[in-house]
């Protein structure tokens, strides 16, 4: 008998900016939607900026969407009058679920210059996403979610300093982290068992990234510090039409999620890129609906 619970799975989208990206946005959400998903969530510009993108489409997500959704929220350089009046204009438009980010802070912006400007306004500067849970938890009508990274977040010390603020953030009022992505089950595995040891029981959902093109995975990983094996970049270099690449990323997805399950884990959240094909390919797998190729195009 299959013991294993259905895996359930939700998307993360990000605003789009231009037309193009609007028609883009809108296609994928509702091929992603006939999935089901648990929640659809979307991203929050760093340091405020575009916050009005985000406020746009999720205005237009509460009314359209089928799904619960989630805004993400981040707090680093704004005020906690700045980050009150966001929290009010998402809760205005019927959202309750956030995931409370910290955000990246841009080189130029120096913690000096943080400092400065709260002695400027004489207001509290937010600086870690704790900071942020603590204003949201307020309120326990609110399910918040944070941000956990498996391989260490890049600024942190070591991966055992980093958990000990996930447990900080979680034990302020987050329901549930959410990861950065990775590309190996057992990197996964052994976060969670370190996270655990150190007395983490909320939830931890894998980050998933389909890799849409390696190059660029490669670049972004560098950035947050996420290992990409020789293998892996390998699996994909040797993949040399569209077709054999989509393949690949596919097989490749499919794999880390299913021996993530084969070990417990049933909640999966997919970084879509707002594009519909890989994620809908491999959410249908992970759900039992195989795709064939074509369908995927179609979608
Ligand atoms: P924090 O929890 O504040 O951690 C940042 C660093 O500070 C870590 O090294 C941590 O160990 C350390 N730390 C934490 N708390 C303290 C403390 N109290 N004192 C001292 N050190 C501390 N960015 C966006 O701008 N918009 C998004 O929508 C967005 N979505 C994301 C979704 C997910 C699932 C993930 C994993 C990341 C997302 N990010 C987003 C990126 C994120 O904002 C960055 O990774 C950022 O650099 C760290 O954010 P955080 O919330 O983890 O920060």
Redesign the pocket.
Known sequence: MDIMKKPVISF?FFPPRSPAQQRKFWYTLGCLQTLNPSYISV????LGSAAQASLDVLADLVKDCKVPITA?L?CAGQTERQMLAAIEELESLGITRF???????PDQVQPADKENSSIVTGETVL????DLVRLLAINPRREIS????PE?????LDLS??IG??K??LDLGASQA???FFFNADTFLRFRDTAVATGISQKLVP?ILPIHNIDKVLDFSAK?GATVSRQLVQRFQSATTAESKQRAAIEHCVELCQELHREGVDDF?LYTLNQAPLAYAVACELLGKPVKVADMQAA
Do not use: F
């Open positions: 993360e991203t929050w510009g760093a993400h981040s995931l409370a980010l910290r955000g990246d802070i600086t870690h996403a704790s944070v941000a956990a990274y260490a977040h890049p600024e942190s300093s980093d603020w996930l900080h953030k959410i990861t950065q980050g947050c959240h």
